[in-house]
């Protein structure tokens, strides 16, 4: 494992940081391709790339100092340190990510469209980094391929982040050759929400168990029931997708 790419006295530089800014980066840059494609403008797109990116690091960074104020004000930096990326977080920048679309009046179907080559893209991204990092451990394994962390120890264990990246690649590959102004607008997102879900769906199965409780008696893993909502959110993309067409016809 490589979790400092750096460290020179007492500066880290971590490796799923470098990770994901480099895959957000090229996230940003395939939307140029993307939104060409799909007759965007390249510009805007890029501009709505990137107020999401810095929506959901000033909303999360936001919400986690408001409900950790005195520890904020005794360990300012520290505490901004933390990771901080929540649900409630997401869905505040999906609501600011809406209200951005609206205002600058890009069409929000067909603006997922282009981003879902770029969000699997980052995916697979953050992915290298877990791996790098030693994090998402997988269960024990005897495959050839199997790692330890740390390494050099027993037991060796299912490369989980290498299983996500890979998938994320070929996800992206996928949509890429899926992408098409003569789709229907948002069938692309859909299907990126539908595949992808599966995917981390089924990668849980090679995941150790999450071991706190979770709702319903801890009926499914958490990031099954994410999984179970990608999919619910691709059912209900591709079914707005359809009205939209009936009503242009």
Known sequence: ????????????????????????????????????TLALEPEKIWNAGLFTILAAFVLSRLILVVTNLSNFLTYPLLLLTVPSLTAFGLLLTGLATLLYLRLRRLPLLST????????????AFLALGHFAQGTDPGLPTGLPWGFAIPPDTAPRLHPVPLYTALGAVLITIGLLRHLSPRRRPGETAATALAVAGVAQFLLTFFRQPNPYPVPLGNLLDPIQWISLGMIVAAGLISLQSRKLVTHAV
């Open 1 to 36: 494992m490589h979790p400092y790419i750096l460290h020179f006295g007492s500066i880290f530089l971590p490796t799923f940081g470098v990770l994901a800014a480099a895959g957000l980066m090229a996230a940003l840059s395939l939307s140029l391709h993307t939104s060409a």
């Open 112 to 123: 997922l469209d282009a981003w879902a080559p770029c969000a699997t893209l980052a995916w």
